[in-house]
């Protein structure tokens, strides 16, 4: 392993709009580059520029706290920080990597968010968050924190595979409950699902089963995508070693494209199949209203819930008009509120969604929506 001591003048990255994955305005990366090192992740993409071996060399953004600290000062001239989770992790390096054992910047980033009162939402692979409870716990008394942990399956076979150096999923099953018996909110994050190897029926559902019965709050589910370039060639090779036959089969699902999708007829098919079992088991597939709605902007709660709208219909195989509008709500700078009388001048703004949207804005809630999410 090489690590690399780096200086950054920015460590927030600010979403242009919501993100309503996570809930967050802002994210950060304290790494770059992982050395945990799984063989389908798209860190290792061209498109992130990750210099090095991705997998066994890492940057450490040695001056990230003082950026931050610098960052977050509200009371600097022109700052104005948006309300949202703060979303650590996920991207081109784990936060919980084994080079945070020494540097410590995950933890002083969150003493940090503590310490300004804000909301925080972590996505990791490892068990060494743990160490950090302390701090979590104080964030959530305050302002609320969401834990989340990402899986490809909870097959620790295939996790060995994929997933080297990365503890396996009962430990991070183990380490969830340990978090919600403290009472944090804690997510999984079934991604990506690996095509012909943990999309079967009989993998999904014991992945499902096996985060109902850690109490998960939600799951959000997607494909693999494989990027032309490095990203495919390291793949494939680890496929290649392990499930030589599947070559084929990989060949007939992807496009090849810079973007890495396979053809949709899989998606749709992988989908429908997540759908079958997210509904068994009766947990949300997107982070529930309760663990959001006094934490984001009125603008915002109205993106995000057309947006989660918006999800769960296409994962009916119905069509929705609600992305387009939140997409051209996501622009509109006034509080929706101060021009409820003109919703319908918004493109893609109908009958059907002004009236989802006067109710949101009077009582933070849809019925519409709650309908959907109650299984
Ligand atoms: S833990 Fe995440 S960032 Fe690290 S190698 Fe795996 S997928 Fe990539």
Redesign the pocket.
Known sequence: MKVKEIKQKTILRKHKKIDSWFLSRYGMNLYRG?T???AY?D?RSEKYNVEGEFGSDVAVKINAIDVLRLELNLSRKRTHLKPGYFMVGGG???SY?PTEKKYELTRKALSLLAEKKLPVHILT?STLIKRDVDIIEKINETNKAIVSF?FSSTDDKISKIF?PN?PLPNQRLETIQFFKERGISCGMFLLPVIPFISDTKEVINKTIQDARDADVDFIIFGGMTLKEGKQKEYFLKVLKQRYPKLITDYNMIYQWDRWGNTKHEYYDQLNKTFNVFIKYYKIPSRIPLRLFKNIISENDLVVVLLEHIDYLLKLEGKRSPYGYAAYSISKINKPLSSIKNDLRKIKGVGPATEKIILEILETKKSRYYEKMMDF
Do not use: A, F, P, T
Request: with cysteine.
């Open positions: 992982c945990h090192n799984c992740c860190g081109v390096g784990d990597q692979k990402s997933e990365v």
